[in-house]
């Protein structure tokens, strides 16, 4: 069966520090991998999307990057991050079909 | 521009009897649509989906509801268990450009069902 991990789980970093939040599928080949933050109050927003290895797309402009070094992992990035930052970050996979599946989820708090 | 409405934040119901989830959404563009049940500091967890061929999907105590010429789904949940006080985001889905189906999702919907 498929799996999909995330980490860190929790996260607290200063203005200005970088971040790097990694996530991983199992069980599967090819997946088509995403990154969404829920801001407090709020839905969820897509961020990154990846259909291959080094494929990415940016659903809105911000301070975060996202690359896709193997297959089947996906890194969420931010060379400096802003109070803005602040969010619980999902990764998420899904196969040919419709239905996507979520990883357990990063808390960012940056003070 | 919100394409995807979910326009209860909150709902509360009394254990054993129907919640009814409700979601508009405004992209013609849309045929694929999906209920997510998400607990705090989880991750969403798909619950059941419908294709726009359809107008009911029926899983255990779950049943989506689609009416295309209204744009606008429900979740009914029958009966409501206190287990199921979650937060609710109803999910819509097209095919985008490069063939990878990204979804909007509404703002959810806080459901607490009293015991």
């Known amino acids: 069966s498929q799996t999909i991990h995330q980490w860190p789980a929790t996260l607290v970093q200063p203005v200005g520090s970088p971040l790097s939040l990694e996530c991983t599928v199992e069980?599967?080949?090819?997946?088509?991998l995403y990154w969404y933050r829920q801001a407090a109050g709020r839905g969820l927003q897509l961020l990154f999307y990846?259909?291959?290895?080094?494929?990415i797309s940016s659903e809105v402009p911000q301070n975060l990057s996202a690359s896709r070094p193997q297959d089947r992992q996906f890194i969420l990035s931010s060379k400096k991050l802003l109070l803005s930052d602040s969010g619980f970050y999902l990764c998420a996979w899904s196969p040919p079909s419709n239905t996507i599946y979520f990883g357990e989820g990063s808390w960012l708090t940056v003070v | 521009d919100q394409q995807v409405k979910q326009n209860s934040p909150s709902l509360s119901v009394q254990e054993g009897r129907i919640s009814i989830l409700n979601c508009d959404y405004t992209?013609?563009?849309?045929?694929?649509f999906l209920w997510y049940k998400k607990y705090p500091a989880e991750g969403p967890t798909f619950l059941i989906s419908i294709s726009s061929i359809k107008d009911k999907n029926e899983d255990g105590r779950f049943t989506v509801f689609l009416n295309k010429s209204a744009k606008h789904l429900s979740l009914h949940i029958v009966p409501s268990q206190p287990g199921d006080s979650a937060v609710y985001f109803c999910?819509?889905?097209?095919?985008?450009?490069?063939?990878?189906?990204?979804?909007?999702f509404g703002s959810g919907t806080q459901l607490t069902v009293l015991p």
């Open positions: 990846s259909v291959g290895i080094g494929q």
């Open positions: 992209n013609s563009m849309f045929d694929y």
């Open positions: 069980g599967t080949s090819n997946p088509n």
């Open positions: 999910a819509a889905s097209a095919l985008s450009s490069g063939s990878a189906r990204q979804l909007t």
